[in-house]
Structures are given as structure tokens and as C-alpha cells.
């Protein structure tokens, strides 16, 4: 199932991207191609692009490409780091009902006042959605990572390591360059 959820989500987050860079394309096309404008078009791709995050937050969590500062706690003992850990997502938790907290409130409002897009017929607060959805998916994630923590499968957040990956890629380059030289 989980397999299953992880494919769902890469396949979504692809087809946003794709159709998001084909309305831009066309809506280009459109404008300086011949002359006319889609009015629609701006607030769709507008739209695609914030369902585009969302999913890819909640996505970045589970494959560790969100940047984080942890050089500090990269010198604690493997329990102290956690424990940061821990509490890192916890807080990350408590972020997200927050959140989602308020996007029930703002899509409640929405719907009771039963407005739609400025430029497409579709009610607000559908479109909006990804707000509450998008924190759902996220709270998920945390708190696989969370159970994943505790149980000492994982030690935090997978971090992308900007420093790590550019230093390999230096010295990657470097070989290349001195084969280059003989």
C-alpha cells in the first residue's frame, strides 16, 4: 500500500508539473503567437503550482531533499540527536494542527459563502483545498518519521546536504580534469 501511495503521489506531482508547463507554453503561444490572451489560464496554472507544493512537501519529506541546519547537532551522541530529532517533529506536528486548524476554518468560510474562482467555475474552497490536504499529507509523513525515530530506524530528518554533494562533485570534476591532463 505504501508503495502504492509513494508511486500516486510522484505520479501527481508529475502531472501537475507537465500540465502546468503546457498551459504556460499555450498560454504563451496564445498571447504573443496571436494576440489573444486565456484569461483562465493564470489562475489555473496559479492553482496547479501551490497543488504542485504542497504534494511536494509532503514528497520532500519522504525522500530527504528539504535543507536543513543541523551542524550543530551533528556533534551530539547518537541519543541526543534523537531526541533533537524528536522534538523537531513534534514541533513540526504541532505546526501542521495549527495549520490545518486554520485551513478548516478558511475553507469552512469559503464554502459557506459559496464563491467561485475569479476566472474558472469552480467553488473556492475546492480549489483551495490543497491547504488542509496538503497539511494532512505532510502530518503523515511526520509521523511515519516520527514512529521511524522511536523505534531507531531512523535518526531525523534525511537532510539534503548541500555542502556534502557539492564537495563530491568538486572532487568528481577534479578527477576528471587531472585524467584530462595525461
Keep these: 500500500m505504501s508503495t502504492f501511495i509513494n508511486k500516486l503521489e510522484e505520479g501527481i506531482i ?18 504573443f503567437g496571436l494576440g489573444v490572451g486565456l484569461q483562465w489560464a493564470q489562475e489555473l496554472t496559479l492553482l496547479l503550482s501551490g497543488w504542485m507544493v504542497m504534494f511536494g512537501v509532503s514528497y520532500g ?12 547537532v551533528k556533534l551530539f551522541p547518537s541519543h541526543v540527536r534523537r531526541a533533537v530529532a524528536i522534538v523537531a517533529i513534534i514541533l513540526c506536528l504541532v505546526y501542521c494542527g495549527l495549520f490545518l486548524i486554520g485551513s478548516w476554518a478558511y475553507l469552512s468560510k469559503l464554502k459557506s459563502v459559496g464563491i467561485d474562482l475569479e476566472d474558472i467555475p469552480v467553488p473556492k474552497w475546492i480549489a483551495n483545498s490543497i491547504l488542509f490536504v ?15 525515530v522511536i523505534r531507531g530506524r531512523a535518526e531525523g530528518f534525511k537532510l539534503l546536504d548541500e555542502a556534502k554533494d557539492s564537495m563530491y562533485l568538486a572532487q568528481k570534476e577534479g578527477t576528471a580534469l587531472d585524467g584530462d591532463d595525461e
Design 14 to 31: 508529475s502531472l501537475l508539473l507537465a500540465s502546468m508547463t503546457l498551459l504556460v507554453f499555450v498560454e504563451v503561444f496564445f498571447r
Design 61 to 72: 519529506i519522504k525522500v530527504g531533499s528539504h535543507i536543513g541546519v543541523d551542524a550543530l
Design 134 to 148: 496538503g497539511m494532512v499529507m505532510m502530518a503523515v509523513r511526520l509521523l511515519d518519521l516520527l514512529w521511524a
